[in-house]
């Protein structure tokens, strides 16, 4: 198993892409720290011991660095070690700088990228004495534009430019860090913006060049690569997972599409 013996926090764990991945690493050996504010996140920790895994939940706000702290010191507890930490968590705000509201702007910025930096602040010592990786959920938003992203796609773009900089800031103690930039992806987020969920799925089926719209799984498996050993010598590097719709063109926003 490529992760046995190996200890992972993953952010956003209680749904979508971050349950994900905290499956699919709990699956390949690693002690898993679920951290999410959604309490839902116990019932995933609870799904993965019931296979055999080992995982925690822990109640976290990634934009507070007590919490951030915590996670990080309770891994440490459990395991003895930190190897993998996936910075997942995000929220969407969709508007203009004349619609969104100040409080929106400056949550979405509190999640998306404050929440990175709080936890890698945290987890970098943490992983300096054996090294470690790191991977940041980005987004196809974070490198072209669409209408009606602002806030979202300027905390993406930070966060794949934080990428950049933290792997040069940590190579040499042995940390890679990584993006990785999903497109359109069956999870809350994206299905929540639409009545029917099943008409997201035949409209980005028709736009998308793969056919289909993609699956929390798809990035994890992604998540999981970088993770790896098999990827040690990619680092500072932002991966787009999207069935092609950068190369096609990210035309008019999601809201509008849906």
């Known amino acids: 198993m490529r992760f046995q013996d190996r200890s992972a926090i993953v952010t956003g764990a209680a749904a979508g892409i971050g349950a994900a991945t905290a499956k699919l690493l709990a ?3 690693a002690s898993v720290m679920l951290a999410d504010v959604d309490p839902a996140g116990e019932a995933v920790a609870a ?3 019931a296979e055999g895994g080992s995982a925690w939940f822990v109640p976290t706000d990634v934009t507070r660095s007590e919490d951030a ?5 309770r891994a440490v507890a459990e395991t003895g070690r930190l190897d993998i930490l996936h910075n997942n968590a995000g929220i969407l705000a969709i ?3 004349t619609t969104i509201s100040e409080a929106d702007w400056n949550r979405c910025l509190g999640i998306n990228l ?3 930096f709080l936890l890698s602040k945290h987890a970098v010592p943490a992983m300096a004495a054996h090294g470690g990786v790191i991977i940041n959920t980005a987004s196809v938003a974070g490198k072209a534009s669409a209408r009606g992203y602002s806030v979202y796609s300027a905390t993406k773009a930070a966060l794949i430019a934080l990428t950049e900089c933290m792997a040069l800031d940590f190579a040499d103690r042995g940390i890679r860090v990584n993006a990785v930039c999903p497109g359109p992806t069956a999870t809350n987020m994206v299905l929540g913006l639409v009545d029917d969920p099943a008409t997201a799925h035949a409209r980005w089926s028709k736009e998308l060049p793969a056919g289909r719209l993609g699956t929390p799984e ?3 498996k992604l998540v999981a690569y970088l993770a790896s050993d098999d990827a040690s010598f990619v680092t500072g590097a932002s991966w787009v997972i999207d069935g092609g719709r950068l190369i096609a063109g990210m035309g008019q926003s999601t809201v509008d599409r849906d």
């Open 47 to 49: 799904a993965i011991r």
């Open 27 to 29: 699956t390949e050996g």
């Open 95 to 97: 508007g203009d700088v």
């Open 218 to 220: 798809d990035t994890a």
């Open 69 to 73: 702290r915590k996670v990080v010191e």
């Open 114 to 116: 404050t929440g990175a």
